[in-house]
């Protein structure tokens, strides 16, 4: 039974570039790619006290399964083998039609189970795509926030609330403990140098084909339901300039120059410092804001779990409210 050597897994915070990297990697003639595949967290999440939710007590299922376990030979360690045939034979069947070795699962959420999937695939290769949280903040405001559907589409959706805080986190837990077959790569350096990809692929014991970079050209780029669908299709290679959009973006609009001060604070400059950023030259890139930043964001409690001392209900209605209040139009 396979443990992971013909797969990777490409995981981020949403909105920091990662469709392009899978773009970029799905056009190599080793790598095969489908959207955002997502299938790792329904059995691994199984398993957790926090952090799921159903029609039934997730609470009870997870306890009874746990206690299931408890009579079954090998315990947890059987169950994380069952996730393991479960996951190769989806893989496999997804790998087969295309003809090539290596399946690329771009699961962005993924930061919530980094320890578990490396205990279900001890030889599989993860990339972390990290970007600039500033440039991945005005990401979301552009394309989730500043949409009329935002009211109903994203109203007390908790994943928004780890998206910008949780997510971080972990990632940064992650590429300081990094196990044996990773790879990280900074959004910046992915946009503006192939170099940075020529890297990679070394990283992933592939060969680097120069082509890869123009993703756009390969006859087999279609486009996928989840992702970013905009910028990724209408370009055909890396735009370098896109790395500094974000300088753009936030101080044309003050509500969200003001709440993007406010998430800088809160992520604080340590944990900013280890995502590969220095907090001071990120603020004075962003510029003053014109009124002190809002101060909600202090409150909140940065965990890897939901509902881990912390209301996320309380702060994702305070956030919400703020950027509501922000919300102008943003000029191009």
């Known amino acids: 039974?396979?443990?992971?050597?013909?797969?990777?897994?490409?995981?981020?915070?949403?909105?920091?570039?990662?469709?392009?990297?899978q773009k970029i990697l799905g056009?190599?003639?080793?790598?095969?790619t489908l959207s955002e595949?997502?299938?790792?967290?329904?059995?691994?999440?199984?398993?957790?006290?926090?952090?799921a939710s159903a029609n039934y007590s997730h609470a009870l299922a997870q306890a009874a399964?746990?206690?299931?376990?408890?009579?079954?030979?090998?315990?947890?360690?059987?169950?994380?083998?069952?996730?393991?045939?479960?996951?190769?034979?989806?893989?496999?069947?997804?790998?087969?039609?295309?003809?090539?070795?290596?399946?690329?699962?771009?699961?962005?959420?993924?930061y919530f189970i980094i320890d578990e999937l490396r205990r279900v695939f001890p030889d599989a290769r993860f990339v972390f795509l990290i970007r600039n949280p500033l440039a991945v903040f005005s990401s979301i405001l552009e394309a989730?926030?500043?949409?009329?559907?935002?009211?109903?589409?994203?109203?007390?959706?908790?994943?928004?609330m780890?998206?910008?805080?949780?997510?971080p986190e972990l990632l940064a837990h992650a590429i300081a403990n990094p196990a044996?077959?990773?790879?990280?790569?900074?959004?910046?350096?992915?946009?503006?140098?192939?170099?940075?990809?020529?890297?990679?692929?070394?990283?992933?014991?592939?060969?680097?084909?120069p082509e890869i970079i123009e993703y756009g050209q390969n006859p087999k780029n279609q486009r996928w339901t989840f992702g970013d669908q905009g910028t990724v299709y209408t370009e055909q290679n890396p735009i370098p300039s896109r790395a500094e959009r974000w300088q753009r973006v936030l101080p044309a609009n003050p509500g969200w120059h003001r709440l993007a001060h406010s998430y800088l604070q809160t992520l604080g400059a340590h944990r900013i410092a280890r995502l590969g950023y220095n907090s001071d030259t990120l603020s004075?890139?962003?510029?003053?804001?014109?009124?002190?930043?809002?101060?909600?964001?202090?409150?909140?409690?940065?965990?890897?779990?939901?509902?881990?001392?912390?209301?996320?209900?309380?702060?994702?209605?305070?956030?919400?409210?703020?950027?509501?209040?922000a919300q102008h139009p943003v000029a191009q």
């Open 1 to 21: 039974m396979s443990t992971g050597q013909n797969l990777i897994f490409l995981i981020s915070q949403p909105r920091a570039g990662s469709t392009l990297l």
């Open 27 to 32: 056009a190599h003639p080793e790598i095969h």
């Open 37 to 51: 595949p997502w299938i790792a967290l329904h059995p691994l999440f199984a398993l957790r006290q926090q952090g």
């Open 65 to 110: 399964t746990t206690d299931f376990l408890s009579h079954v030979p090998g315990g947890e360690n059987t169950y994380y083998e069952g996730v393991r045939l479960l996951l190769n034979h989806l893989y496999n069947a997804a790998l087969a039609p295309s003809g090539k070795s290596v399946f690329l699962d771009k699961t962005p959420r993924y």
């Open 144 to 160: 989730w926030i500043h949409k009329p559907h935002f009211g109903h589409q994203y109203a007390f959706r908790y994943d928004l």
């Open 162 to 167: 780890h998206d910008l805080f949780t997510a």
């Open 180 to 209: 044996p077959n990773t790879a990280v790569i900074h959004y910046e350096n992915l946009v503006q140098s192939p170099a940075a990809v020529a890297n990679l692929c070394r990283q992933l014991r592939l060969p680097f084909h």
């Open 284 to 325: 004075a890139s962003l510029g003053a804001p014109d009124a002190a930043p809002a101060d909600f964001l202090s409150h909140t409690v940065l965990t890897p779990f939901y509902g881990d001392s912390c209301n996320y209900v309380s702060q994702l209605a305070l956030l919400q409210e703020a950027i509501n209040r």
